[in-house]
Nanobody, 115 residues
């Protein structure tokens, strides 16, 4: 079992920045990938970015060049630095942790970008 706790969401003006954090606890030794998804009402949850244990990263086209995912293995924490935020980035952001046969989800944190 893996427990994920997210923090760092909030309200920011367009062009501003936020940093999301996600701390993992529990059976973390089997995690091979962590990531961030987001969801807005009426839409499917979409991948924002993810990062493997070796540090390989993957980004949605819509956030490339603006968002950066990183992880601190010593703290079992993954971060999402979000710069140049746009109103369309408004969503609930969810942290994920992948084991070989299961994906864990955090409770979600709201990010609201005002125009």
């Amino acid at each position: 079992q893996v427990h994920l706790v997210e923090s760092g969401g909030g309200l920011v003006q367009a062009g501003g920045s936020l940093r999301l954090s996600c701390a993992a606890s529990g059976s973390i030794f089997r995690i091979n990938r962590m990531g961030w998804y987001r969801q807005t009402p009426g839409k499917q949850r979409e991948l924002v970015a993810d990062i493997t244990n070796s540090g390989s990263t993957n980004y949605a086209d819509s956030v490339k060049g603006r968002f950066t995912i990183s992880r601190d293995n010593a703290k079992n924490t993954v971060y999402l630095q979000m710069n140049s935020l746009k109103p369309e980035d408004t969503a609930v952001y969810y942290c994920t942790a992948d084991q070989p046969s299961f994906r864990y989800w955090g409770q979600g944190t709201q990010v609201t970008v005002s125009s």
